[in-house]
């Protein structure tokens, strides 16, 4: 059934000889060279962070000092939210498989701008670097929490001004890949792709680029205040002398709720995908999950203010940003009864990609619904700054966002590394995260509705149970990641050979041969059916 | 390719409407200057503004060609200004009612 | 390999045009802290307005809207062929960006003399909202004049291009999309103009 491959591309883009070693990547234009760049970046700093996590769940599985100081500690949470955030889960998905699939998935040879889609990657690497030397120099490691909120993170006497710096340059990198994104879909797409055959995943990327170019800007600017508050005492923020800290909550929530998006949009698009190839059905409701990315991430632009409802801002701004927190209930919800519709009556076949996605229904619903508990202005004075946010964030983000990157590595990298992995033992690793996920985080939704507040090195012993639960969960997960990665480091090292569409999937990465050929399509395809039209692809 | 862009014919602006539009635009600037100094008040504030934008809006027409371009980047534009526009709108409900 | 098979001039432009609405947004986030402070200090905004030396302002306006000028005729002159034209007013807007930045430094230094400058000891000792107008003002015109720097630079570059024959009226894109950029740093500017010089 698989086409019969050349000899002489079947290793596809690997075996293009332009410059030789770590040359042949790090100055490659190559769309799906750069792609992999970042995977194995992105991917290394989510481990690093990881690592921090457990960290820290280790000190918080028993009241007092369990392992480290409490200005350790302070370090420790602010460097695993500032590199999971920044070096992780924003750049993650456009940088790796937005690279790696979204010009093919368009028919496109390569993005609009190569050149600059590879500066984008130094930048971040720049940036990262920069984030890095912040914590082994000046002051140490920032001690204010990833939002750096002010007047604190201007007289803190630990390295803020360095990692700020770092973050604005990784920011730069992210426009840029914005900027190429939505020029690339715009310009690049083949004959035949219109906009009603994009690709759900492409149109998510859409409107993430969107949400990069509008809200990075602004990200940017606060960034840059921080340090001439740091360097120069403009003193814009800072009450003594006129200015309103206020506002810099302001201007910083304006980028990062809409930051938000750019993290999960990808990752539903990453369900899009998935959900109808392994239901065996066209996807329900094409039109509405395309327009509801767009939905999201214009409402999602507007309700920044709802982290700002215990902060002092006016009742008035309180109520118009929660009555706007619920508008995003709506294309969110939209999205979830349109996967759930097509797996009905689908013919399901529950292999990794489809377990992973499984559980990100399930995972984004509570992540969505706590949400709405702190969309509320009400209950969100109860549950502000508790554990119950921490649990929340990290049921939408890791529970969300984190299983659709899991995904997309079962699904899409045996296309990329022309092998597969076993399957057993991804189910296994699954099964293992999923739970472990559960205990670790369902723990603290229970500790903050019981009144633990987040970021506290210590607490009441009453708390002391449920936190030795979850830092238990934090092993099993932690567990459950190591099999996912050995598995997948072996299989696509020496696995089974994975064929051009293993999964029978009906967009253009399937049409070509694996690993895709360096300018990915001999010819420029024609493409004269939608996305999820499963007729003929050969699979049953 | 010349999908979204409605082709790519350029159009060429004559020296003299650039010209014409540049002594407009130190008209303006000589008209804020002295708006600012005779009038009095902050209604002025709204008047510069919208001298200002008066402006920006012939940058953008005829030295920026935003006159003679497709849908797709007037649309760009009109998105961003817009957002721009409810980022600040939306911070005024905190800062007007505090 | 990685020379893409033709040039997609409409691409590059849309590029271009994305780019700058973030330089918009970036600038943006400061009128908004603008915005903001004045609704809260509006006396103390018009005292330190009044301060401000209106003669660097005009005529600064006034420099970079004949910059402008000269790219906006630089990218029409290409387009017609005329090389050497395109050339010299583009040397023409890189001068002007130049002067621009010498008045603001003659300004700034008259103005840090006077001890107007984040954490000075007279700004101390004024009311709050005259400090927060001055930050506000140098963050701003200090990103700007950052910016014009840049831009003379790029349009500097493109100049050598133009003379050396790599842009000509088949193949602009560069030399447009400089112009585009020094445009935006006229537009900021008509807007910065009027808020700090002419809040009386």
């Known amino acids: 059934m698989e086409p019969t491959e050349p000899t002489t591309t079947a290793a596809g883009f690997w075996s293009d000889t332009g410059r030789s070693g770590i040359a042949s990547w790090i100055f490659s234009t190559d769309h799906k060279r750069i792609g992999l760049l970042y995977f194995y970046s992105v991917f290394g700093f989510f481990l690093v962070a990881v690592a921090l996590g457990l960290l820290l769940r280790i000190e918080l599985m028993a009241p007092g000092r369990t392992i480290m100081g409490p200005q350790a500690y302070n370090a420790l949470f602010t460097v695993h939210g500032v590199v999971m955030v920044f070096l992780f889960i924003i750049p993650g998905f456009q940088g790796s498989f937005g690279n790696l699939v979204m010009p093919i998935q368009i028919g496109a040879r390569d993005v609009a701008f190569p050149r600059l889609n590879l500066l984008s990657w130094w930048l971040y690497m720049a940036g990262a670097a920069i984030i890095l030397t912040s914590l082994f120099t000046g002051g140490g490691p920032p001690d204010t929490g990833w939002t750096f909120y002010l007047p604190f993170s201007g007289r803190t006497g630990t390295n803020v001004s360095l990692a700020v710096f770092g973050v604005f340059v990784v920011g730069f990198s992210s426009i840029v890949t914005g900027v190429n994104f939505i020029t690339t879909i715009h310009r690049l797409r083949a004959e035949g792709m219109t906009w009603g055959r994009l690709p759900l995943f492409v149109w998510s990327l859409y409107a993430t680029a969107w949400v990069q170019i509008l809200a990075t800007p602004i990200l940017g600017i606060t960034l840059v205040l921080i340090i001439a508050e740091r360097l120069l005492g403009t003193g814009l923020f800072e009450p003594g002398q006129g200015g309103d800290p206020l506002m810099y909550q302001h201007l910083f929530w304006i980028y990062s709720h809409p930051a938000v998006y750019i993290m999960i949009l990808p990752a539903m698009g990453v369900i899009s995908e998935i959900i109808p190839v392994f239901a065996r059905k066209p996807i329900f409701g094409y039109r509405m999950i395309a327009f509801s990315s767009i939905a999201i991430a214009a409402a999602g632009s507007l309700v920044w203010g709802h982290h700002m409802f215990t902060s002092g801002m006016s009742d008035m701004a309180i109520l118009v940003f929660s009555f706007l927190t619920f508008i995003v209930a709506i294309p969110s919800a939209i999205k979830v009864f349109n996967w759930i519709s097509t797996l009905y009556r689908g013919s399901i076949s529950l292999e990794a990609p489809m377990l992973f996605s499984l559980s990100f229904i399930f995972l984004f619903s509570i992540g969505g619904l706590t949400g709405l508990v702190q969309g509320a202005a009400a209950t969100d004075i109860h549950v502000h700054d508790t554990q119950f946010v921490v649990g929340h964030f990290h049921y939408v983000i890791f529970g969300g966002s984190g299983f659709a990157f899991f995904a997309a590595m079962h699904y899409w990298l045996p296309k990329f590394y022309g092998r597969r992995y076993a399957e057993k033992p991804a189910i296994i690793a699954w099964a293992l995260m999923f739970t472990g996920f559960n205990i670790l985080y369902f723990s603290m939704i229970v500790l903050g509705l019981e009144g633990m507040p987040r970021r506290y090195y210590d607490y009441l012993p009453e708390f002391a149970p449920l936190n030795l639960v979850s830092t238990i969960g934090s092993w099993i997960l932690a567990t459950g990641l190591m099999i996912l990665l050995v598995n997948l480091f072996m299989g696509l090292r020496s696995g089974a050979r994975a064929g051009s569409n293993p999964w029978g999937g009906a967009t253009l990465e399937w049409s070509i041969p694996t690993p895709p050929p360096t300018e990915n399509f001999a010819d420029e395809p024609v493409v004269t059916h939608g996305p999820y039209d499963f007729r003929g692809t050969g699979v049953p | 390719m010349g999908k979204d862009t409605h082709g790519n014919t350029t159009h060429i602006i004559g020296y003299g409407t650039l010209t014409a539009v540049w002594g407009v635009l130190l008209l303006l600037t000589a008209l804020t200057v002295w708006a600012a100094r005779h009038a009095t008040g902050f209604g002025h504030v709204w008047g510069s503004l919208a001298i200002a934008s008066v402006k920006g809006g012939l940058v953008i027409a005829f030295f920026m060609h935003m006159r003679y371009e497709g849908r797709l980047l007037r649309w760009l534009l009109f998105v961003a200004l817009v957002t721009l526009a409810l980022f600040i709108g939306l911070t005024f409900f905190d800062v007007l009612y505090r | ?200």
Request: glycine share 10%; with cysteine; hydrophobic share 55%.
């Open chain 3, 1 to 200: 390999m990685s020379r893409p098979q033709h040039r997609d001039h409409a691409g590059a432009k849309l590029g271009m045009w994305l780019f700058l609405l973030t330089e918009l947004f970036l600038f943006g986030g400061m009128f908004l802290l603008y915005g903001a402070y004045l609704v809260r200090y509006p006396r103390e905004f018009a005292a330190a307005g009044r301060e401000m030396q209106l003669w660097f302002g005009t005529v600064n306006t006034v420099i970079l809207i004949t910059s402008s000028l000269m790219a906006a005729m630089a990218v029409t002159a290409i387009q017609r062929g005329g090389r050497r034209l395109a050339v010299w007013l583009l040397g023409g807007a890189v001068i002007c960006g130049a002067v621009f930045l010498i008045n603001k430094y003659l300004e700034w230094s008259h103005e840090f003399s006077r001890g107007i400058y984040p954490g000075s000891s007279r700004l101390a000792a004024a009311p709050p909202g005259e400090s927060v107008f001055y930050s506000l003002y140098y963050v701003t015109a200090g990103l700007h004049g950052l910016h014009v720097l840049i831009g003379s630079v790029l349009l500097a570059v493109v100049a050598v291009w133009a003379w050396r024959g790599t842009i000509h009226a088949g193949d602009f894109a560069w030399l447009e999309n400089s112009a585009l950029y020094w445009h935006l740093v006229d537009l900021v500017w008509i807007f910065i103009f009027p808020l700090y010089y002419l809040i009386l």
